[in-house]
Structures are given as structure tokens and as C-alpha cells.
């Protein structure tokens, strides 16, 4: 069965600062990977996806992520946090872009000014 | 172009009630999603519509969760009876073909007391 851990519940990091949020995954097959992210009150929203090809991959709001098949991880970064950043990331694994997506449970990142 | 609708946005309930939640998908958009998102955890598949068909219901607990999607465009979900342990935030996500991105809708948001 597929799963995702996100190891961080609560993360907290200061305006201007990086930011890396874990993801691990087990998964049987060539994942497909997703990073959502959820502000307060909204549905989520996709930040940025893999498929194949280039294991670095550009998303919105600045994000980028890097798939590494040896440490079954797909980790989520971004150079310079802003405070509208504040918000809870999933991330997510499945067959293919909708179907049997399965979500980790969540990282709460808190921006400080 | 208009998002995916959802409503109502909030309800409050006893448990052994009933409840109804409404949702109506990117205009076109063939496949659609009811998740369960309880608080402090990511989402969780319930149901998979293709058009007016399941694809995919194994995650939800039909004993007291029903679902349709009769004319292939708006979907309702429904608990009778609700308990307590179905508190949670209903997300519903449309995509425009079963394996493409899905876009997610504000949530419903349920309290049972």
C-alpha cells in the first residue's frame, strides 16, 4: 500500500529565511509526487508535481522540490520564505495526476516576522 | 473561470442527525472527488465519480455515507446517522479527465456534537 510521512507537524521559520519541508513516500511503482498547499479556511491548492524526467522540479510562489529515488523522498523548498507563505503543505503520491492519491499529514509552517 | 462550489461552507449537528453536503464542479470537469479531512490530518479519499459512475468507493463507509452524482455534474454527499468521529472538513475536487490535476473546493465544514 502507498503511504506519505511528513516527518515536521509544526515547522517555524523567520521572513527572508529558507525553508525545507520532508516528505517521505512508499510507493510500489514510478510515483507520481505533488506538493499542496492549504491557507486557513481554503482548498488546496497545487504548488508544483512529478512526474519524470528533470528529478528538480519548479513550482509556483517560488517553490521548487527534488525527487530522490534512493532516499524515496521528495522534499520541498524554497530560498526565501515570505510571511504570506504561512500555511499547511501536504504532500501527496499516486498511480497518476487524480486517481488513489494518497496524502501525508500535513506540515504547519509558521512564518516570523 | 469559475472554481469548485461547495456548500454549505459550515454545519453544526447533533449525532444520530443528517446531513447533506453540495458540490459543483469546474464546468466540464468529468471526474470528481469527495475527501475527508480530518482536523490535524490530510485528506482522505471517499469516492471517485467518473461522469455519473463510481470508480472508486472503497474508503467509504457505507453503513451511514452515501454519495451520487446523478446527471454527471453536481454531486451530493450524505451521513445518516452522523457520530461524532465524522467532524471533519468535506473537500470536494473536480478534475477535467481521470487522471489529470485536481482542483479542490473550499470545504465543507462539519461538527457533530
Known amino acids: 500500500a502507498q503511504s506519505v510521512t511528513q516527518p515536521d507537524i509544526h515547522i517555524t521559520v523567520s521572513e527572508g529565511a529558507s525553508l525545507e519541508l520532508r516528505c517521505n513516500y512508499s510507493y510500489g511503482a514510478t510515483p507520481y509526487l505533488f506538493w499542496y498547499v492549504q491557507s486557513p479556511g481554503q482548498g488546496l491548492q497545487l504548488l508544483l508535481k512529478?512526474?519524470?524526467?528533470?528529478?528538480l522540479v519548479q513550482g509556483i510562489k517560488g517553490f521548487e522540490a527534488e525527487f530522490k529515488r534512493s532516499q524515496s523522498s521528495f522534499n520541498l523548498r524554497k530560498p526565501s520564505v515570505h510571511w504570506s507563505d504561512a500555511a499547511e503543505y501536504f504532500c501527496?503520491?499516486?498511480?497518476?495526476?487524480?486517481?488513489?492519491?494518497?496524502f501525508g499529514g500535513g506540515t504547519r509552517l509558521m512564518v516570523k516576522p | 473561470e469559475a472554481g469548485v462550489a461547495q456548500s454549505p461552507r459550515y454545519k453544526i449537528i447533533e449525532k444520530r442527525q443528517s446531513v447533506a453536503f453540495w458540490c459543483n464542479p469546474i464546468?466540464?470537469?468529468?471526474?470528481l472527488y469527495w475527501y475527508q479531512q480530518i482536523l490535524g490530518q490530510g485528506p482522505k479519499l471517499l469516492i471517485q465519480?467518473?461522469?455519473?459512475?463510481?470508480?472508486?468507493d472503497s474508503q467509504l463507509p457505507k453503513d451511514r455515507f452515501s454519495a451520487e452524482r446523478l446527471k454527471g455534474v453536481d454531486s451530493t454527499l450524505k451521513i445518516q446517522p452522523a457520530k461524532l468521529e465524522d467532524s471533519a472538513v468535506y473537500l470536494c475536487?473536480?478534475?477535467?479527465?481521470?487522471?489529470?490535476?485536481?482542483?479542490f473546493g473550499e470545504g465543507s465544514r462539519l461538527t457533530v456534537l
Open positions: 501527496a503520491v499516486g498511480a497518476n495526476a487524480g486517481n488513489m492519491l494518497t
Open positions: 464546468s466540464g470537469h468529468a471526474t
Open positions: 465519480f467518473q461522469n455519473n459512475g463510481v470508480v472508486d
Open positions: 512529478y512526474f519524470s524526467g528533470d528529478t
Open positions: 475536487a473536480s478534475s477535467l479527465r481521470s487522471a489529470g490535476e485536481l482542483f
